[in-house]
């Protein structure tokens, strides 16, 4: 009966359920009524089911409707399942029906896709809602979850290969996007395992969809199983990488799994596609922890190579073309955003990670800090620095400007990365151009000239390759710059706005109304930076023509007004203005359509302009020589560049030719009259016909007329109304007509031929011998007459050194000579006074306010200028009785003689230092005179006085003569190529103004110099020769005796000084560092050819590394005959700097052998004596430091110094060294211990951290490295008690305690991983630390008993890093196992000698053993320290039986 109930249940159910899902009547009709026909024949469980609980499923691929809450629909199907009597079979019923119903693709498409909310009849569409999909709706009821799921996965396979239809779908992402996010998963380990399964067959499309589902699809308990097959799958697949670690990112790792990845991943960075980096770098930098941040990052900086992530191709070539045009602009932005520009995905990701992460950011500061070379550093590097700058999180921005700041001193960042940064993701680093623009102005500011010059970089890079509103900013920066008032600050940024209109002149026009502003700030400006703000806005206004009238207007106003005033410093402002107008105004120009056609000519009417400013600017300038002078000069560079319209240069030349007749030409007949304070005669007369008919300088008459309208102390008579011609103007004029002369008639001076030669009105030089007899007014007549005269010939030096005629260079040579001789007798004058004011020589510099005081110069003693006076009388006889000089007339004064020539060698060789402070008051050499030292042997005709036959005279460039060309070609080298110190004045110091003497040279470029020097090159080459022969064969004459009788000291200490100018100026032309630039690598080449070609004279072609070879050959070929130790730290300097040019690696024991050498060697004077004093010292110690840098293995250098060196010193006499190392004496001790010392104390640093990891093998070699450095450091610092000076003492506490914290840091980690398997020789190292630690305890007490704070200050910080060293033991005796093998103890105080200072209470210095000793008391004079003799006998027990536990654990 019961049976027979259940079964009419059964079927009364199944017809209620029948009925209730019977569709009903539909007000729509037409489709719907067409879907309910198909509904209704759907009579399978899975249709009734559905119906019942409120699905309708629709036809033709139209969406699944719902009639019912998502939430109420699942517990409905999972009711009527559970409750249905075939329950659990009506499950397979409903999946069956399932799987039949999605048989149609259109049906499963339907499935899949979101549900429809069913609207029926009066109901309102507006609460629609989103709904999940049918299946994802039957996934989350759990009964049905594990078949559908398979169900899912049998579809799957059938579009697999499909791809994404035309409706825009794609079925694979459709059926893997239903298992995410499932509010539980019944069988999770399942569902992974079918997933990886289908990873291992699938496409790669579907394997990274699968994969970067895993986190929504798995639970929190499969991340660990699942992280582990990913990492399997990430070391076969590498298409799969960015997928993978997309999924870890997600997951909950281990963090050895999460290591190990990392790893795996950091392997393969290098070889990733640009795509796949932000997604691999976003996870590495995820996964970092604090401890590893700084290895990670290093390693990640390592591998991130963005050098080979430029830009596409099409993006470079637009940037080529708007480079070419203009700047780049919007066409950069949409072409990147178009290529999808991966590397601002990197650094966002870099950018994410540092905002948010402090251990980031700090552990990306010291990853570059620790990068050591230039070629080490890399783009990502400077890119970093600029997104730490930017973000200034956890005040980064400090940090990365400090960083950046010190990286660019040293040398390791170089402009080249800059170039390479902004050149090839200009779109990316243009994101951070205001911390570009803050970084340019504080490195701007700098004092150190390599920072100045990289921030200078930053601006020209930014203005080059960025937008019109970032040029703008530039200018305006560079603007506020000039305005500032600081030196260096004005001059670079005005060098830079020079470059910019030269390279983007379009572009800066547009900006001229900024420049403009400068003119209100004047007042700040030195000559030089007034000269080239002029051209820099004469420029950008008189190129535009009529566009900037309003500017031209202001400049002129500006301009008169300054050429009106009565002060000096304004009048110069507008002679300088004045003239740099005129040169813009009245330059030719060339026909921009067709530049290869003729110069266009200016019009009258701005000819007319330009001569008329002119005029007005020589009438304001008439009253003062000075401004005259200034004027003549500012002439003869306009005239100098010939680019002067020829009208104007006609009109220049014509009138300056006249008046310099009339003003400084006299003839030679008359005889002069008039009363002056030394008689005249004509002196230096180099022309063969002694007539009456030649001309000759009026130079002293000039001198005592102009001192006359001073003083009025002498009054020639007959000369009251004659034009006041003051002789200040002389060389001026000179230029400025030598000038004129060269443009009208192309470089060919037979015009004025004969001024070369003529004489000038002077008197008798040998009036010097009886200066003490003079007047104060006599005097300074004297010596400013000398300086009118010095510089005269050096401006006939400058006019005739490139003219061809052998008789003129024979005149050249000539006045060199009268060069050097006058020199020194001018610094025997001035010797003899006092407080002397020379004549100005420059009057574009701020010598001008300072002319009123005289300069400071260490003068000769009175018994020297003695002992010179007599000299010169017996020179004098010898040169009366000789019948081969030239006679003069009206005086019968002989110019200068053979004889003359011994006698200035006999003077004082370094004459020319004693006019080191009086530079500024003579007149540059043009670096043309230069070309003198390519001169050979010259003739000349002479005309004897007896016979008046014409006799040959053989010239020759004289040691003198070479010393002065040398010495000036070192300082011009200096000034243009080296990067010299930039220090701002200090406060209440003179000013002084580091470009006077160098106008010059300044408006050559560095690259001319460097050309002109390579042409230069094989002339010094043979100097440098012969100089070396010279000091060979003194050598092989003497048998290597230096102070043999009978030697020519004055000749030998000359040569020297030749020997140590041509190796400074090798030195100073290979080290410019623009050799390095692609463009300048001709150059380079062509010197090293040079040096080259000394050895083999062949033509073959030779490579830059054989190049570099030779030269290396060449030079080191020199070391044998250095006559001083200075010497031979400039040629190793030298060497060095050639050697970087190959590979360095090749030379640095050479060079090491080399410095060793002298080291080894006895330097001694020509006098005899030993070298010595500060200056040695100094040498000294930068040979050490060359030696231990280069030296192939720098503990054993240290210990053969140390072992071998010092022993035989302490053995030696009070006076005597080492047999070894000669250098070395009780004297010089002190630079030899500073050295070891602190090289010691660098090279422990090197020795890489021991890691647990480490192979035995690199931690024996570890270990084997600091026994070695641990011995130095022994020997090194007991040494203490034999030289127990204040300065050695200092050195060792010092460096003592520099050593004791880096083998805290660095060596006792090897020590605790090390200690089981190498225990007696971590054993014997700790033993023999110990003793060198009881001996700095010796030595803070004995810096105590001194009572020098100096050496105390050490003493606190060195006693708590014996401290911490003790603990440290202690610490790493506690894991291994063995602490009860330690123990405490308080030393006694001790001195250096190790007697105990009896300083403190009996009862305080008995040693309380204890491990935590109190300190009361003699806390401070105690130490604590470990007993390392009972540790070694209870140590091997303790191990062995730590072990034996360990083992049967």
């Not at 040293?410 to 993701?425: F, K, M, P, T, W």
């Not at 008329?612 to 004027?631: F, G, I, Q, T």
Request: charged letters at 25%.
């Amino acid at each position: 009966m019961k049976k027979k109930r259940s079964s009419l249940t059964e079927n009364q159910d199944d017809s209620r359920l029948s009925e209730s899902s019977r569709p009903k009547k539909s007000r729509i009709g037409g489709r719907k009524s067409k879907s309910f026909v198909q509904e209704a024949a759907d009579d399978s469980v899975f249709g009734q089911m559905l119906r019942s609980a409120g699905v309708i499923l629709q036809q033709a691929g139209a969406p699944v409707e719902i009639a019912s809450d998502q939430a109420v629909f699942q517990k409905k199907i999972y009711q009527c399942l559970r409750k249905h009597p075939r329950y659990p079979s009506v499950v397979q019923e409903f999946i069956t029906g399932l799987e039949s119903h999605m048989e149609d693709k259109e049906n499963l498409r339907s499935c899949l896709l979101p549900c429809v909310l069913r609207v029926l009849d009066g109901e309102s569409s507006a609460n629609n809602s989103y709904h999940e999909s049918l299946l994802k709706l039957l996934l989350g009821i759990d009964i049905l979850q594990p078949k559908v799921i398979n169900t899912l996965f049998e579809k799957l396979p059938e579009f697999m290969f499909d791809g994404v239809g035309e409706d825009g779908l794609n079925m694979p992402r459709l059926i893997i996007n239903q298992f995410k996010w499932l509010d539980r998963v019944v069988d999770c380990k399942d569902l992974a395992s079918k997933l990886m399964q289908l990873v291992a067959v699938a496409p790669v499309e579907i394997q990274r969809d699968i994969i970067t589902s895993l986190p929504e699809i798995l639970e929190d308990t499969q991340h660990d199983d699942i992280s582990k097959e990913l990492n399997c799958l990430l070391q076969t697949n590498p298409p799969l990488t960015v997928p993978i670690l997309d999924a870890l990112s997600s997951l909950r790792l281990s963090v050895t799994l999460l290591t190990e990845v990392r790893q795996a991943v950091m392997m393969r960075l290098s070889a990733m596609s640009l795509e796949d980096l932000p997604v691999v770098v976003k996870f590495i930098l995820h996964s970092i922890t604090g401890s590893e941040a700084v290895e990670v990052i290093s390693d990640l900086r390592k591998k991130l190579d963005l050098e080979s992530c430029i830009l596409p191709s099409q993006l470079q070539t637009s940037q080529g073309r708007e480079n070419r045009k203009g700047p780049v602009r919007s066409s950069l932005k949409s072409l990147s955003s178009n290529n999808g520009d991966c590397v601002t995905l990197v650094l966002d990701v870099i950018k994410s990670s540092i905002r948010f992460q402090k251990t980031i950011s700090d552990a990306w500061i010291k990853a570059i800090e620790n990068v050591d070379s230039a070629a080490e550093h890399k783009v990502i590097d400077l890119l970093v620095l600029l997104i730490l700058h930017v973000v200034n999180a956890n005040n980064s921005r400090r940090g990365a400007e400090k960083v950046l700041r010190n990286k660019v001193r040293g040398g390791q960042i170089r402009e080249s990365l800059l170039r390479a940064a902004v050149r090839d993701h200009a779109v990316v680093v243009r994101a951070y151009f205001p911390s570009i623009l803050s970084l340019a102005q504080s490195l701007l500011c700098s004092a150190d000239p390599s920072t100045v010059t990289f921030g200078s970089l930053m601006y020209r890079e930014a203005f080059n390759y960025f937008d019109s509103y970032c040029q703008q900013e530039v200018v305006g920066s560079l603007v506020t710059h000039v305005c500032s008032g600081y030196e260096n600050e004005v001059d670079v940024s005005l060098e830079i706005l020079s470059e910019l209109i030269a390279q983007r002149p379009a572009d800066m026009a547009l900006y001229a109304v900024f420049v403009k502003g400068i003119l209100d700030y004047m007042e700040n400006l030195s000559p030089s930076q007034i000269r080239k703000l002029f051209c820099i806005l004469s420029t950008l206004v008189f190129s535009r023509g009529t566009d900037s009238c309003h500017i031209q207007d202001d400049m002129h106003i500006v301009i008169r007004k300054q050429l009106s005033s009565t002060v000096a410093k304004y009048k110069r402002i507008g002679i300088i203005g004045a003239v740099m107008v005129v040169g813009s105004m009245a330059a030719v120009r060339t026909m921009t359509d067709n530049p290869d056609c003729d110069q266009m000519l200016i019009s009258k009417e701005c000819c007319r302009q330009a001569i008329s400013l002119l005029e007005l600017v020589r009438s304001c300038s008439e009253s003062s020589p000075e401004a005259s002078a200034l004027y003549y000069d500012e002439l003869a560079n306009l005239v100098q560049t010939g680019k002067l319209d020829p009208q104007v240069q006609e009109w220049i030349g014509k009138t300056v030719l006249e008046d310099f007749q009339e003003d400084f030409i006299v003839d030679q007949g008359p005889e002069l009259k008039g009363t002056f304070p030394f008689p005249p005669l004509l002196m230096y007369n180099l022309d063969e016909d002694d007539n009456e008919e030649g001309i000759a300088v009026n130079l002293l008459p000039l001198l005592a007329e102009d001192i006359l309208q001073k003083s009025h102390q002498w009054n020639p008579p007959g000369q009251s109304t004659k034009k006041r011609v003051s002789p200040l103007c002389l060389a001026s004029f000179f230029r400025l007509l030598r000038f004129c002369e060269e443009r009208q008639y192309e470089g060919d001076l037979e015009e004025i031929d004969a001024l070369l030669g003529c004489p000038l009105i002077l008197t008798d030089v040998g009036v010097v011998d009886k200066m003490e007899s003079l007047s104060k007014l006599e005097k300074d007549f004297l010596c400013t007459l000398l300086f009118y005269t010095i510089n005269w010939f050096r401006e006939v030096v400058n006019a005739f050194c490139r003219q061809k005629d052998p008789e003129m260079k024979g005149k050249v040579m000539i006045r060199l000579q009268n060069i050097t001789y006058l020199q020194t007798v001018l610094e025997r004058c001035l010797a003899a006074t006092s407080s002397f004011i020379p004549p100005l020589a420059h009057f574009d510099s701020e010598t001008l306010e300072a002319a009123s005081i005289p300069p400071c110069i260490a003068l000769p003693t009175k018994k020297g200028s003695k002992d010179s006076t007599s000299q010169k009388k017996k020179a004098k006889n010898r040169k009366n009785s000789s019948g081969d000089s030239t006679q003069f007339e009206d005086g019968g004064e002989a110019e200068e003689t053979p004889q003359d020539k011994d006698l200035k060698e006999k003077e004082d060789v370094k004459s020319d230092l004693g006019l080191d402070s009086y530079r500024a008051y003579f007149r540059e050499l043009d670096i043309e005179v230069l070309n003198v030292l390519k001169s050979g042997l010259l003739t000349r005709s002479l005309l004897d006085s007896e016979e008046h036959t014409k006799v040959t005279e053989v010239l020759q460039l004289g040691p003198v003569e070479l010393a002065f060309l040398l010495e000036d070609l070192s300082r011009k080298l200096e000034y243009s190529l080296s990067i010299s110190s930039a220090k701002r004045a200090p406060f209440l110091k003179a000013k002084v103004d580091k470009h006077v003497g160098f106008s010059h040279i300044k408006q050559r470029s560095p690259s001319e110099i460097v050309a002109f020097c390579i042409h230069l090159l094989p002339a010094l080459c043979s100097h440098l020769e012969s100089t070396h022969n010279y000091f060979q064969e003194l050598a092989t004459e003497n048998q290597g005796v230096v102070d043999a009788p009978g030697l020519d000291v004055k000749e030998q200490q000359l040569k020297s000084v030749c020997y140590h100018s041509l190796l400074q100026t090798l030195h100073t032309l290979f080290s410019w560092s623009e050799f390095t630039q692609h463009e300048n690598r001709k150059l380079l080449k062509s010197a090293l050819g040079v040096l080259a070609q000394r050895l083999k004279e062949d033509e073959i072609k030779l490579g830059l590394e054989e190049l570099v070879k030779n030269s290396f050959r060449y030079l080191i070929n020199f070391r044998s005959t250095l006559p001083s130790i200075s010497l031979g730290l400039t040629l190793s300097h030298l060497l060095i700097v050639v050697s970087e040019f190959g590979p360095s690696t090749h030379y640095q024991q050479q060079i090491a052998s080399l410095t060793r050498g002298f080291l080894c060697q006895e330097w001694v004077l020509p006098n005899g004596e030993k070298e010595k004093g500060n200056k040695y010292n100094e040498t000294l110690q930068n040979l050490l430091s060359i030696y231990f840098t280069h030296t192939e293995d720098v503990l054993k250098a240290i210990e053969e110094i140390a072992g071998v060196g010092v022993p035989e010193l302490i053995n030696a006499s009070k006076d005597g060294c080492s047999k070894t190392f000669p250098t070395m004496n009780r004297q010089t001790f002190v630079v030899f211990y500073r050295a070891m010392m602190m090289v010691l104390e660098k090279t422990v640093r090197k020795i890489p951290v021991g890691k647990q990891d480490d192979s035995s093998e690199l931690k024996a070699e570890k270990l084997c490295t600091w026994t070695l450095a641990m011995r130095d450091f022994h020997i090194l610092v007991n040494l203490v008690k034999i030289f127990d000076s204040r300065v050695v003492l200092g050195v060792g506490l010092k460096y003592g305690r520099l050593f004791v914290e880096a083998f805290l840091k660095q060596g006792m980690p090897l020590l605790d991983y090390s200690f089981k398997k190498h225990k007696e020789d971590v054993q014997s190292l700790l033993k023999t630390f110990q003793l060198s630690t009881r001996q700095l305890h010796h030595m803070c007490g004995h810096s105590k008993i001194r009572q020098d704070t100096g050496l105390t200050n050490h003493v606190p910080l060195l006693k708590k890093s014996l401290e911490q060293f003790v603990y440290r033991v202690k610490a790493m005796l506690a894991l291994n196992n063995c602490q009860e093998a330690f123990w405490l103890g308080n030393l006694k105080n001790r001195d250096l000698q190790g007697e105990e200072i009896l300083s403190q209470n009996a009862n305080e210095s008995e040693s309380e053993e204890d491990e935590a000793p109190s300190n009361s008391g003699a806390g401070e004079d105690e130490d604590k320290e470990n007993k390392q003799d009972s540790e070694k006998r209870q140590e091997e027990d303790e191990d062995d039986e730590e072990e034996e536990e360990a083992d049967s654990d």
